[in-house]
C-alpha cells in the first residue's frame, strides 16, 4: 500500500517517517503526478492558509476532490482538519470541503496558550498522547460523524467515513496508534476497490 | 492533565513551519500582503534590516503597538524580536501572546556576555547561528529553532549560504563520527556533550533549521532549501523590492518547488527590481550584525 502525504508545507517528514515505521511506503505528494496509484493521503499540520494558496496555484484542489468522491481514505492532522472541513466559523469560503464538520481555527489561543495532554479516543483506546499547536477544533458535527475524542468538551477528533480528522498533532509523538487506525481504513479501502475490479 | 509550554509543543511550532517563509512587516497592510502571498508566519518590526542598518544608532525592540497591530491583522503565527540577553523585552513579547521570539542580532544586543536563558519561558525561541558550535549552544539555552544569521539587511546571500554550509558540513560530520570522539568535538565546537550525542542518534539537528540574512529573490530562496535548510525567512527582501506581492508570492512559491527549475524561471519573470544589495566586503566589521552573539 502506498500513502501520500500532502508535501507542499509543514509536519511532512514526520508522517512519512511514521507511515514507513508502520511498513508502509510513503510519498511526498507536491503536484500532480504524485497522486497516482495512491490508496490513502494524509494532509499534515503546517499553516492551513499558506497550504490553500500553494494548493490553488497549483491546481490540486479538483483532483484531491475527485480522489475523494472515489472513496480514497484521508486524514487530515491540525490544519489538515481545517483543509478538510465544509465550513470554517469566520470565513466564507471552505477549503476542500470534504468533511461534514465545522471547524473553528485558533480556538484553544495563540503558541502561549499550546498544550500536551492524553487522550481517550472511542475505538482506539487511553492515554493517546495529542500535541496541539495553535489548534483547531470541530465545533460541530453533521449526520454521520462519528466523534471519536473530546479534549474539555471540545471535539478534537472525528471521523466520518472515509474521512478522519484531528485538531491535534499525533506525528509529533512515538504512538502509532491513531495512524494505525486510519491505515486500517486505507485497507478496507484498498480491499473493497479489489473486490470491485474483480467483479467487473 | 495539560502540559503548556514543552519542548515538543514549543519545537513543534517550528516544525509546523517548515518548508514555508516567515516575511518581515512593519504593519498591518505589509502583514495582509504576506498572510495573502502564502507566508507562513510574520515577523513584526518596527524597521526592517536594511533600515535598520541605514538608521544606525541602537535598535530595540519594535512598538508594542506594532506587534499588537499586526497580531490584530493576520491569523498566522506572529513571530518579534527581542535583543540578545534582554530578559524584559522577551517577557513583554511573551505576555503580549507573541507566537515566537526572535533573539535577533538584528537588533543590538542588550548583554555582550549571556543569551537568554529561553527553556525558561512558554514562549519559544528562534535564534541565529553560524555554526554547529552556536547552534548548539542556543539549543542548549532553549532555543526551539535556529536560522542561520547570514548578513541581514544586505539582499546578499554569501554569508547565509557560507552559514548553512558550515552548520550542516558539521552535523554529517558529527553522525559520521564515533561515540568516543564526541566529547572532544563538544570542546572543540564549544557545544554541549549531550545535544552532540542527539545529533549522532537523530542523523539531523533536534530542531528545525531556517535560512535567513540576504535572501532577496526566488532562487536565493530555492538555493537555501536545496542546501538543507527547513525553511527560510526574508527580511528587507520583500517589501524592499520592487513589487512586494509579486515577490512574496513567487518566493513562497520557490520554497515550496526548490527543485521545480522551469517554475522558478517562470515566476522570476519580469519581478521587477529586487531590494538593492551590499557587498560584503563594504562593510565595516562594526557594521557585521552576524558577529554579535557568543
Known amino acids: 500500500m502506498k ?18 515505521s508502520l511498513g508502509c511506503e510513503a510519498v511526498e505528494v507536491k503536484t500532480l503526478v504524485d ?37 480514497m481514505p484521508m486524514f487530515g492532522t491540525c490544519a489538515g482538519l481545517i483543509l478538510l472541513a465544509k465550513e470554517i466559523v469566520d470565513y466564507e469560503e ?3 470541503s470534504l468533511m461534514n464538520v465545522v471547524v473553528e481555527r485558533n480556538s484553544f489561543g495563540r503558541q502561549v496558550d499550546s498544550f500536551e495532554a492524553k487522550l481517550e479516543v472511542k475505538q482506539i483506546g487511553a492515554d493517546i498522547p495529542a500535541v496541539f499547536i495553535r489548534a483547531p477544533h470541530i465545533a ?36 502509532t496508534r491513531l495512524l494505525k487506525f486510519f491505515m486500517e481504513m486505507v485497507e478496507d479501502f484498498h480491499q473493497s476497490s479489489l473486490a470491485n475490479s474483480n467483479s467487473i | 492533565m495539560k502540559l503548556l509550554g ?11 513551519q517548515k518548508g514555508g517563509v516567515i516575511m518581515d512587516v512593519i504593519n498591518a497592510e505589509q502583514a495582509k ?14 524597521r526592517v534590516p536594511s533600515d535598520i542598518r541605514k538608521a544606525g544608532g541602537v535598535a530595540r525592540m519594535a512598538d508594542p503597538r506594532i506587534v499588537e497591530e499586526v497580531m490584530n491583522a493576520v491569523s498566522i503565527p506572529v513571530m518579534a524580536k ?38 525558561d519561558y512558554t514562549v519559544p525561541f528562534v ?30 546571500i554569501v554569508e547565509a549560504v557560507r552559514h548553512i554550509r558550515k552548520v550542516n558540513a558539521q552535523v554529517r560530520r558529527v553522525v559520521g563520527m564515533n561515540e568516543d570522539e564526541l566529547m572532544t568535538e563538544a570542546k572543540i565546537l564549544g557545544a554541549p556533550y549531550e545535544l552532540l550525542v542527539e545529533i549522532k542518534r537523530l542523523g539531523r539537528l533536534p530542531v528545525v533549521n531556517f535560512a535567513a540574512g540576504g535572501v532577496a529573490t526566488p532562487a536565493d530562496a530555492a538555493l537555501m532549501m536545496e542546501l538543507g535548510a527547513d525553511g527560510v525567512f526574508v527580511g528587507s527582501g520583500i517589501f524592499k523590492s520592487e513589487n512586494p506581492e509579486k515577490f512574496a508570492r513567487a518566493i513562497v512559491e520557490a520554497t515550496t518547488h526548490f527543485k521545480d527549475y522551469q517554475l522558478i524561471a517562470d515566476i522570476s519573470k519580469e519581478l521587477g527590481s529586487p531590494m538593492k544589495g551590499i557587498e560584503i566586503s563594504t562593510l565595516l566589521d562594526s557594521e557585521r550584525m552576524q558577529e554579535r552573539g557568543w
Open chain 1, 3 to 20: 500513502i501520500g502525504v500532502l508535501a507542499l508545507q509543514g509536519a511532512v517528514r514526520e508522517h512519512i517517517q511514521q507511515i514507513q
Open chain 1, 35 to 71: 497522486l497516482t496509484d495512491l490508496n490513502g493521503l494524509v494532509l499534515p499540520g503546517g499553516e492551513s492558509t499558506a497550504i490553500r494558496k500553494l494548493l490553488d496555484r497549483h491546481q490540486l484542489m479538483e483532483p484531491i476532490r475527485s480522489l475523494a468522491r472515489q472513496g
Open chain 1, 94 to 96: 471552505a477549503h476542500l
Open chain 1, 140 to 175: 460541530s458535527v453533521g449526520p454521520n460523524v462519528e466523534i471519536l475524542a473530546e479534549y474539555n468538551g471540545r471535539i478534537v477528533l472525528a471521523k466520518e467515513g472515509q474521512y478522519l480528522g484531528c485538531s491535534f498533532h499525533p506525528e509529533l509523538t512515538d504512538d
Open chain 2, 6 to 16: 514543552t519542548e515538543r509543543v514549543k519545537r513543534g511550532m517550528a516544525e509546523m
Open chain 2, 33 to 46: 500582503i504576506a498572510e495573502a502571498s502564502g507566508a507562513v508566519a510574520v515577523m513584526a518590526l518596527e
Open chain 2, 82 to 119: 527581542a535583543r540578545i540577553g534582554h530578559i524584559v523585552e522577551a517577557r513583554v513579547l511573551e505576555a503580549m501572546g507573541v507566537d515566537y521570539i526572535d533573539e535577533s542580532e538584528v537588533l543590538t544586543p542588550a548583554d555582550e556576555e549571556y543569551h537568554l536563558l529561553k527553556s
Open chain 2, 127 to 156: 535564534c541565529g547561528c553560524r555554526d554547529l558550535g552556536e547552534a548548539a549552544r542556543r539549543i542548549g539555552e532553549g532555543a526551539s529553532m535556529l536560522r542561520t544569521k547570514g548578513e541581514p539587511g544586505t539582499g546578499n
